[in-house]
């Protein structure tokens, strides 16, 4: 197996870093979609499940915008992001490879929490709060968007 190979496993883990819930709400906007990922996520093929992966993703985001929300980096922030993007490296990596896209996609966005947090810090110093928000949502929404698409097929082709 090539190291390539788990791209988009290690690129849903950066989106993780900045948003824990987007891997696992677009995954489910995914399968909502129609579009079928190559590892298996039994509970998001359960309508109840596919609803509250996006009502989380769009929770985490209005939620992110609160003067009390903890940085990402805390323990809780932390063990979230590990479980979503280890779900989500598992579903998107080469079939029979789940769990080396589960490891990729952990040791990308653990490291890199780090570091987005450290962007979006400098940015609320300059453009606030909300607004340095707003700007990484859509940065990091269009970003899991783009992965899940092109990581995923559609369950039937025409």
Same mark, same amino acid.
């Given at each position: 197996?090539?190291? &390539?190979? /788990?791209?988009?496993?290690?690129?849903?883990? *950066?989106?993780?870093? $900045?948003?824990?819930?987007?891997?696992?709400?677009?995954?489910?906007?995914?399968? #909502?979609?129609?579009?079928?990922?190559?590892?298996?996520?039994? !509970?998001?093929? &359960?309508? #109840?499940?596919?609803?509250?992966? /996006?009502?989380?993703?769009?929770?985490? !985001? /209005?939620?992110?915008?609160?003067?009390?929300?903890?940085?990402?980096? =805390?323990?809780?922030?932390? #063990?979230?992001?590990?479980? %979503? $993007?280890?779900?989500?490296?598992?579903?998107? *990596?080469?079939?029979?490879?789940?769990?080396?896209?589960?490891?990729? *996609? =952990?040791?990308?966005?653990?490291? /890199?929490?780090?570091?987005? !947090? %450290?962007?979006?810090?400098? $940015?609320?110093?300059?453009?606030?709060?909300?607004? %340095?928000? #707003?700007?990484?949502?859509?940065?990091?929404?269009?970003?899991?968007?783009?992965?899940?698409? !092109?990581?995923? &097929?559609?369950?039937?082709?025409?």
């Amino acid at each position: 197996m090539e190291i &390539r190979s /788990l791209m988009y496993s290690a690129l849903i883990g *950066a989106v993780a870093s $900045a948003r824990s819930m987007t891997p696992m709400a677009t995954i489910a906007a995914a399968r #909502l979609a129609g579009r079928h990922t190559t590892g298996q996520l039994i !509970l998001l093929d &359960r309508p #109840l499940f596919k609803a509250g992966a /996006l009502a989380i993703g769009v929770g985490e !985001l /209005l939620g992110d915008k609160m003067k009390t929300a903890p940085d990402r980096t =805390v323990f809780l922030g932390l #063990l979230v992001r590990i479980m %979503s $993007a280890g779900i989500a490296g598992a579903a998107l *990596a080469p079939q029979g490879h789940a769990r080396a896209g589960a490891a990729v *996609a =952990v040791a990308t966005a653990v490291p /890199l929490a780090y570091l987005t !947090l %450290s962007g979006r810090k400098l $940015a609320m110093a300059r453009i606030g709060q909300t607004r %340095s928000g #707003l700007i990484e949502d859509a940065l990091i929404v269009a970003a899991g968007a783009a992965v899940v698409t !092109l990581a995923t &097929r559609p369950t039937h082709a025409y």
